[in-house]
């Protein structure tokens, strides 16, 4: 198994730009889970999917984040319009119901 | 506001010693806890993790300490080794889906 995969590995854009993230889970889990890492606030939910749908977005930090999951196999994050307190790494997660999660292995997000 | 708290940020081990991790948590309602631990340009990877019904679980070297009542559990590597030098995450579930991440602790096990 490839494990969860997300691209970009890193990303650079200026303020204001639009910013997608990607993500493919691993096949089989049904549960999809975005995270954000900083310093001051360790790894924070943004939004998680159960069979495509959206769960909780309570972490989403402003409208500014959207997100989908169109299909079981792919979810992708978007900011627009980006800023640079939006540089961060992003994580990806999957996980069944009684597993735990399975963690891709980031995108690195700086705005300029 | 923070409900799953790492209060030490790093903490530095001479191989073969105990490290000791902390974390505490103020939701009474978790009932299992996880320690994740993530490497440099990697995401993080499941470790341990123990039900609120228990009070210790070990895994090998990895043990992890529950006090219900302190609302406290640490996780303690012993005998370190330099390749447990890594950032470690604790983190919290109410049963619900989620889980809730404190703000890691970063380990460095020296020679």
């Known amino acids: 198994d490839a494990g969860v995969i997300q691209s970009p590995r890193h990303e650079v854009t200026e303020m204001g730009q639009e910013v997608t993230l990607r993500c493919k889970p691993i096949s089989g889990h049904d549960y999809l889970f975005w995270y954000r890492q900083t310093m001051m606030r360790g790894l924070e939910l943004l939004i998680y999917?159960?069979?495509?749908?959206?769960?909780?977005d309570s972490g989403m930090p402003e409208d500014r984040f959207s997100a989908k999951m169109p299909n079981a196999s792919f979810s992708t994050l978007k900011i627009q319009p980006s800023e640079p307190r939006d540089s961060a790494v992003y994580f990806c997660?999957?996980?069944?119901?009684?597993?735990?999660?399975?963690f891709g292995p980031g995108t690195r997000l700086t705005v300029l | 506001d923070q409900q799953v708290k790492q209060n030490s940020p790093s903490l530095s081990v001479q191989e073969g010693r105990i490290s000791i991790l902390n974390c505490d948590y103020t939701n009474s309602m978790f009932d299992y806890f996880l320690w994740y631990k993530k490497y440099p340009a990697e995401g993080p990877t499941f470790l341990i993790s123990?039900?609120?019904?228990?009070d210790k679980n070990e895994d090998g070297r990895f043990t992890v300490f529950l006090n219900k009542s302190a609302k406290h559990l640490s996780l303690h590597i012993v005998p370190s080794q330099p390749g447990d030098s890594a950032v470690y995450f604790c983190?919290?579930?109410?049963?619900?889906?989620?889980?809730?991440f404190g703000t890691g602790t970063r380990l460095q096990v020296f020679p």
């Open positions: 983190a919290a579930s109410d049963g619900t889906d989620k889980l809730i």
């Open positions: 997660a999957s996980s069944t119901l009684t597993d735990t999660q399975y």
């Open positions: 123990i039900s609120s019904i228990k």
């Open positions: 999917f159960n069979n495509n749908v959206p769960i909780d």
